[in-house]
């Protein structure tokens, strides 16, 4: 028996669409999203979707009208009754009530704005402009949309075998990594990956599997939907785009010098215990925790996303050890572009000096790297990033050069105004 | 959505059959049961169980309750109206009506005869004792179903996710395997796996990866069920039992020494084309060749099913040379212990001496090797024979004695009198 009701109703939808929630987003966008709401509801600041990989020629791949429909059905969504109940029914790391009634009522009548969609040189100018706790939101679902129509050209020509076997070859892949990281005694990791997923489905489906592999070792994922429906903590803090904003929003070079700390105290007042975690790299690690003042040594951690992982976190430690606090107490989470070899290799080298923790993103959720003969399905790094505030341009430094963003001139200066010297550049591979 | 009905009716269910109709069978058995219907309708054959692989403990592994429903339900089975349609309408080897009425009303009103189960040793010792053409009808569905019900205890404590990736781990495996042979250039294979599957469903997904990963390559499948549900050509011929049969009840050395040629002198009657294939090992394939009469050269070709295949060829090869035939319009099938490294060894050998094709077995529907820890899933040796005829015990030798069957007195007598001599022993796998 086939249900001819199931079938006719999947062929009644005009698309497929990507995104069909607006809570299939990463949780610390809504934590960032309702501290925004309270502390700069005016800021103006647009987006841009960068693609730093320049030869995957996203307009030549994805068509234009696919990508449109897709966004404006993004821009239909709003919150359901459930979602709504979730977010302000559920313990998040704890605590009850994480999301307050006045930033519930105005989130449950969001719509997302308007976009701004060109074509150049054989890329996308995908743009978002207006209050910044609104067009914070497109980041995470435009990537995940433009990651799934670039996998869906691809996948268009494939057969039906040749789709089984993909798929069961991505399992494959994704169950070694599983095993090979159930060997590690006492390991904590988290799905990192919604941004840059191969699909929504895929990723649902790399959640599970984490949670059959790795049993408690799997802590949480930072999907809010996923979260939501497999029954799993939702997790995540914050983003370079509240040091960048504050930033750019800066009056001056000594305003510039305290912006990042600035938000920090914010964060310090709203929040406590797991959701203090400094992330120290925007404009360079080292001076930003030599500048830190004591009250942020008192965080609960620290998060590394760029730069070499193993020296930000000795770098880390001997910081703690340095303002008197014990470091074997303090959380260290790894962010940047992991896979297994790099976790395998960090955990053995700080368990049991810190207590640490793995954000795994892209090489979880999108490995399909060596998986078709050209490897038309392999990851690229792509970001939507925070570009002007108030009509200031932003800028991000991070401890690898390779991912720094802004105009030149600006990124000189804020490099005299930290006091960033040599940097080491290191490859980005997601 | 999903479909209550469906599910409530899946629940019902107080077994889940591991064959569902009798022609989920090899297409050879039924040939070979006409033949016999007209032929020997009053020969009373005894088949048996036989596991070779005495380390593979079957009554440990399997309940007998389980068992005993299973045969159950396949004794419950008649032929359907569209499978006896399908049998009556279709063309085999490009001839309708192969199928004569009086065979096909007989058919339509058949019920597999009464099984005979005992434990011993941990082994069952499962015997079909009645009418020829009845009991010939339990072998494939009764290996099927030891196959499969041993697969299902194993299977049992694996957990979702590892049973997908176990399952994506074979596909990836099988889509490998036909990689490699879409490479050679007018491959002809089919599917010859029902007897010692993994399961069914299985049988039916590697069928279909055959048909899109190869297609005009893969030339059919041995499963007459298999054939009608996915439109494929069903493939087969005749087997070691109508020798063995006929032998058993030859009344003297000479009749047995004849017996082997009287029956194909019965299938050059009742088929042509395709369907005159020699298959000389029963009692070893020199004797039988050099003693042939020349009718049997005019053939259309010869099945290789034990000892050394390239040596077999050649043998045949240099018979129908002698024999004043052209090899490159004759047909060899290779049948034995086949799987891809082979495959491209033999096709390499003997394209453009002789047409060659393949029919691919265990290794085809039942390659789980390596895929569970222990490798509780890998194929093993059984087989299902007729071990007597009216009362009379069967003999096999093969041209590998590790294949020779039937008791140690009348191995010798037939040895004797077939003039076999000294035979190389070659490893049984499966």
């Not at 929504?200 to 999907?223: H, I, P, R």
């Not at 368990?351 to 392999?378: E, K, Y």
Request: charged share 25%; hydrophobic share 40%.
């Amino acid at each position: 028996m086939s249900d001819i009701a199931t079938r006719v109703w999947n062929h009644k939808w005009k698309i497929d669409p990507i995104v069909r929630s607006l809570i299939d987003n990463d949780f610390y966008k809504l934590l960032m999203c309702q501290s925004i709401f309270r502390n700069r509801p005016d800021a103006h600041v647009t987006f841009s979707l960068i693609n730093r990989s320049r030869n995957i020629r996203l307009a030549d791949l994805i068509d234009e009208g696919e990508l449109r429909e897709q966004l404006d059905h993004i821009k239909s969504l709003s919150l359901t009754r459930g979602e709504s109940t979730f977010l302000r029914g559920n313990t998040f790391y704890g605590k009850r009530q994480m999301f307050r009634s006045d930033f519930m009522e105005w989130f449950e009548n969001m719509r997302l704005p308007d976009y701004h969609l060109e074509k150049r040189d054989g890329q996308y100018e995908l743009t978002f402009e207006g209050k910044w706790h609104e067009v914070m939101l497109w980041e995470i679902p435009a990537l995940a949309v433009l990651m799934e129509l670039r996998g869906r050209a691809v996948l268009h020509d494939m057969r039906k075998f040749e789709l089984q076997v993909l798929y069961a070859r991505a399992m494959t892949k994704l169950w070694e990594k599983i095993g090979q990281l159930n060997e590690l005694p006492h390991l904590r990791i988290a799905d990192f990956g919604t941004r840059r997923r191969h699909s929504y489905l895929w990723q649902d489906w790399c959640v599970q599997a984490m949670v059959e592999g790795l049993g408690d070792k799997f802590v949480g994922t930072s999907n809010c939907l996923i979260a939501m429906k497999r029954d799993l903590e939702a997790i995540g803090t914050n983003a370079h785009e509240l040091p960048m904003v504050f930033s750019a929003l800066a009056g001056n070079d000594d305003e510039l010098l305290q912006a990042p700390y600035k938000v920090l105290a914010d964060w310090h007042e709203e929040h406590e215990g797991n959701l203090r975690i400094i992330l120290p790299d925007t404009y360079g690690t080292k001076g930003f925790l030599d500048r830190a003042p004591d009250w942020l040594a008192g965080w609960t951690g620290i998060r590394i996303d760029s730069g070499d992982p193993a020296g930000g976190a000795e770098t880390a430690i001997q910081w703690w050890k340095d303002r008197g606090e014990d470091p074997t107490k303090k959380l260290i989470i790894f962010s940047d572009g992991l896979d297994t070899d790099k976790i395998v290799e960090l955990h053995n080298q700080f368990a049991g000096r810190a207590r640490i923790s793995f954000g795994w993103g892209t090489l979880l959720t999108n490995d399909f790297r060596g998986l078709t003969p050209d490897d038309g399905l392999a990851p690229f790094s792509m970001v939507c990033k925070a570009v002007s505030a108030n009509g200031n341009p932003t800028v991000k430094l991070s401890d690898n050069p390779n991912k720094a963003m802004g105009p030149a001139a600006e990124i000189e200066r804020y490099k005299r105004v930290f006091g960033v010297g040599q940097q080491e550049k290191m490859d980005v591979i997601v």
